[in-house]
């Protein structure tokens, strides 16, 4: 049996740490909390107290004594080491998850959304099933099936279900990794698979359409299509186009670029800026963020919509004229594929609209059995 007092491993704003018990016993081992918190200068590491020169040390290491001593009283008893910290709120599982997310300001707006997304799901969930708290030992596959299917029931499918799990598992790890706690249920948790996308997107021929559809009795809408073009030629999410400026571009050689580090990812991508392309950002002085991404999805439904491409598709399920299923995000998307189409290379395509991965690249993509089947067109076999 171990017990002693240690240091945790993360610095609080104000500079101190937290002093937690670290208990090991039977092969369990553990990290009990107190409430107290000291600067790591105030501490002897070896002895596991504070130091005599801390004005409170007599009174800290007391109680540091006091929780020992009651720790290993519990064990003498029968408690397990798991079972002692079970019973701390310093294992409240959604308490800590608010405390990352509280902390962690930094992460991109899309990804804060999935966290919080996430731990409101939780709350919800743990009231449903009558618990006080969830602990990270809670989180066992039987668990995560009927949490999955109570997502299911509110209409979260596999992709958000994907996210949102991603989150949970981001977060149970840290906490072992810091020592908050030991659970290691959660590591057989099997995600859903990446699904691939049914997403519809909108060919070379239709953005064409869009291009030349004649607006200039609006000029509203008209400032619409043209940045769902451009972000189209560019590849961009709309939190990207929207924040676009001329300190961007980039000339070499006679050719223009657009540099920018992605809002969501951070990424750095460099895209070049063809002759229409540019012709439009001068247009508008280069400032593209008129309106917000909800009234840019309600406006670029209607101007597809005017452009004719209406005809009856299906996505996820269900059928409606094209121009319906069309948000803002149809632009990124139908510029990664009419590009695939058109020859290029994946490589390029992720580096120009700032992909992380291949795969995740080849969601968005909604042509590559085309391309299959154009390339199989040519082949002997298919000739005869």
Same mark, same amino acid.
């Given at each position: 049996? =171990?017990?002693?007092?240690?240091?945790?491993?993360?610095?609080?704003?104000?500079?101190?740490?937290?002093?937690?018990?670290?208990?090991?016993?039977?092969?369990?081992?553990?990290?009990?909390?107190?409430?107290?918190?000291?600067?790591?200068?105030?501490?002897?590491?070896?002895?596991?107290?504070?130091?005599?020169?801390?004005?409170?040390?007599?009174?800290?290491?007391?109680?540091?004594?006091?929780?020992?001593?009651?720790?290993?009283?519990?064990?003498?008893? +029968?408690?397990?080491?798991?079972?002692?910290?079970?019973?701390?709120?310093?294992?409240?599982?959604?308490? *800590?998850?608010?405390?990352?997310?509280?902390?962690?300001?930094?992460?991109?707006?899309?990804?804060?959304?999935?966290? !919080?997304?996430?731990?409101?799901?939780?709350?919800? *969930?743990?009231?449903?099933?009558? &618990?006080?708290?969830?602990?990270?030992?809670?989180?066992?596959?039987?668990?995560?099936?009927?949490?999955?299917?109570?997502?299911?029931?509110?209409?979260?499918?596999?992709?958000?279900?994907?996210?949102?799990?991603?989150?949970?598992?981001?977060?149970?790890?840290?906490?072992?990794?810091? +020592?908050?706690?030991?659970?290691?249920?959660?590591?057989?948790? &099997?995600?859903?698979?990446?699904?691939?996308?049914?997403?519809?997107?909108? =060919?070379?021929?239709?953005?064409?359409?869009?291009?030349?559809?004649?607006?200039?009795?609006?000029?509203?809408?008209? !400032?619409?299509?043209?940045?769902?073009?451009?972000?189209?030629?560019?590849?961009?999410?709309?939190?990207?186009?929207?924040?676009?400026?001329?300190?961007?571009?980039?000339?070499?050689?006679?050719?223009?670029?657009?540099?920018?580090?992605?809002?969501?990812?951070?990424? !750095?991508?460099?895209?070049?800026?063809?002759?229409?392309?540019?012709?439009?950002?001068? &247009?508008?002085?280069?400032?593209?963020?008129?309106?917000?991404?909800?009234?840019?999805?309600?406006?670029?439904?209607?101007?597809?919509?005017?452009?004719?491409?209406?005809?009856?598709?299906?996505?996820? +399920?269900?059928?409606?004229?094209?121009?319906?299923?069309?948000?803002?995000?149809?632009?990124?998307?139908?510029?990664?594929?009419?590009?695939?189409?058109?020859?290029?290379?994946?490589?390029?395509?992720?580096?120009? +609209?700032?992909?992380? &991965?291949?795969?995740?690249?080849?969601? *968005?993509?909604?042509?590559?059995?085309?391309?299959?089947?154009?390339?199989?067109? %040519?082949? %002997?076999?298919?000739?005869?």
């Amino acid at each position: 049996m =171990t017990i002693k007092a240690v240091l945790a491993y993360r610095k609080r704003q104000d500079g101190t740490k937290a002093i937690r018990i670290y208990v090991y016993h039977n092969g369990q081992k553990s990290y009990v909390p107190t409430d107290l918190n000291i600067l790591e200068k105030d501490w002897n590491a070896r002895r596991g107290e504070v130091k005599k020169t801390h004005p409170l040390s007599k009174a800290y290491n007391r109680k540091l004594n006091a929780i020992k001593h009651e720790i290993e009283s519990g064990l003498l008893k +029968g408690s397990s080491v798991r079972q002692l910290n079970k019973s701390t709120n310093d294992n409240d599982f959604l308490a *800590y998850m608010a405390q990352y997310i509280k902390r962690e300001q930094s992460l991109s707006e899309g990804t804060l959304r999935i966290y !919080k997304s996430a731990h409101r799901h939780l709350s919800n *969930y743990r009231v449903e099933l009558g &618990k006080e708290m969830l602990t990270p030992y809670d989180f066992t596959p039987a668990f995560i099936h009927e949490f999955r299917n109570y997502l299911y029931d509110l209409g979260c499918k596999d992709a958000g279900q994907l996210q949102i799990l991603k989150k949970i598992k981001k977060v149970l790890r840290l906490g072992h990794t810091q +020592g908050i706690h030991d659970a290691d249920a959660w590591k057989e948790i &099997k995600m859903p698979k990446e699904p691939t996308t049914n997403k519809i997107y909108l =060919t070379q021929a239709e953005m064409d359409a869009l291009y030349h559809l004649d607006l200039s009795h609006n000029p509203a809408i008209e !400032k619409e299509r043209d940045r769902f073009w451009l972000a189209y030629k560019f590849m961009m999410r709309y939190s990207d186009i929207a924040s676009v400026n001329r300190e961007m571009m980039v000339a070499t050689k006679g050719k223009r670029f657009l540099v920018y580090i992605s809002v969501k990812t951070k990424i !750095k991508a460099t895209v070049p800026i063809g002759e229409n392309a540019f012709k439009l950002l001068e &247009k508008y002085d280069w400032k593209l963020n008129f309106t917000s991404n909800q009234q840019a999805n309600r406006e670029i439904k209607r101007i597809v919509s005017m452009a004719g491409i209406n005809q009856i598709v299906e996505q996820d +399920g269900k059928s409606a004229p094209k121009s319906q299923f069309v948000t803002f995000h149809t632009a990124r998307r139908s510029g990664a594929t009419n590009a695939y189409l058109s020859g290029l290379s994946l490589k390029i395509i992720a580096d120009v +609209g700032g992909w992380k &991965k291949f795969t995740t690249l080849q969601v *968005y993509l909604r042509a590559s059995q085309l391309v299959s089947a154009t390339q199989a067109a %040519d082949h %002997d076999f298919f000739k005869e």
